[in-house]
C-alpha cells in the first residue's frame, strides 16, 4: 500500500467545497465537465479518454475538489484546463475495481474509508488533512482496465 509515485500533471477545473451536493458529491460538476466541448476535446487530443480523475485538496477549514484528468507529462494542449504539478511522492495507494460513478460518491464515505485502510495499515495520516504539507487524495479511474486508484499524499521524495 506504501509506495513512491513519480510526478504527476493533474489537469481540470477546480470546484469549491459550498458546491458540494447534498448527498456530499460533486456529482453534478463531474457530469457538467463530461458534457463539456473544452473537456472532452482536451481528453481527445490528449490521448486521454479513457482517464477521469478527481482530486481533494484540503486546508485547514476547507478543501477544494479538482475533476479532470492525469497524465505522466506536461501536457502543452490544455484546452483551457488549469493544470496542477502533483510531486514525486511517497504515498499510500490502493487499487480495486471501479468506474466513473466511483468518483461521484458522497466525499463523507470514500474518503474516511480510505484513510480508515490505510490507518489500518499502520500508516500514520493527519487528523486534519489540511495540516498536511501535501493535502492531496488523488482518485483516477482507467476507463479501459475498470480500476479506481485511490492515492493519499504522504511526503515528498527526493
Known sequence: ????????????????ASLIDQNRSFAEQNMMMENDE???????ENNLENNRASLVVFNPDSFMYWYGAISEHELT???????MNL?????????TNGDLANLS??????????LKEVTAEGIK????????????????????????????????SE
Request: net charge positive; proline share 9%.
Open 105 to 114: 460518491t458522497p466525499l463523507n464515505s470514500s474518503i474516511p474509508s480510505f
Open 38 to 44: 473544452e473537456f472532452t476535446s482536451f481528453l481527445k
Open 125 to 156: 495520516v493527519y487528523e486534519n488533512l489540511g495540516d498536511s504539507p501535501l493535502p492531496y487524495v488523488l482518485q483516477k479511474v482507467d476507463l479501459d482496465t475498470k480500476k479506481l486508484t485511490q492515492v493519499l499524499y504522504l511526503k515528498v
Open 77 to 83: 494542449k490544455n484546452h483551457g484546463m488549469l493544470k
Open 87 to 95: 510531486p514525486k511522492s511517497e504515498v499510500a495507494i490502493k487499487e
Open 1 to 16: 500500500m506504501k509506495t513512491t509515485i513519480n510526478e504527476l500533471y493533474f489537469y481540470g477545473r477546480p470546484f469549491p
